[in-house]
């Protein structure tokens, strides 16, 4: 069965479609929080990746990889469309997770 790629309306009406926005909610590898990415502690990002990364059973990596693949993918696929603060934050959490999995 086919899944249902996120979509928006634009200003002319049509739907576009976010494909990158599925990815995120429906990975396979990880089941992710609800708004995980939109939280403003960069260690509640990490320990919530963190966590989302040893329950899955389907990952292919070590929980260390699959948890900063999935930040990763997220900060690249937002792009020029992250304000500065939020790429910030995010790229705190990197670090966070870092501290997490002792990998300083």
């Excluded at 309306?9 to 995120?24: E, L, M, N, P």
């Excluded at 509640?44 to 070590?62: D, N, V």
């Excluded at 790429?87 to 999995?101: F, G, M, S, T, W």
């Amino acid at each position: 069965m086919a899944r249902q790629s996120e979509s928006i309306r634009t200003k002319k009406g049509k739907t576009k479609k976010y494909w990158s926005a599925d990815v995120t909610k429906r990975s396979d590898a990880l089941d992710l929080e609800s708004k995980v990415f939109a939280r403003n502690s960069p260690r509640a990002i990490a320990l919530s990746l963190r966590k989302s990364a040893e329950a899955s059973q389907r990952r292919k990596g070590t929980p260390f990889q699959s948890a900063m693949s999935m930040l990763n993918f997220y900060i690249n696929r937002a792009g020029s469309n992250l304000p500065p603060e939020r790429k910030k934050i995010l790229n705190e959490a990197k670090l966070e997770l870092r501290k997490a999995y002792s990998r300083e």
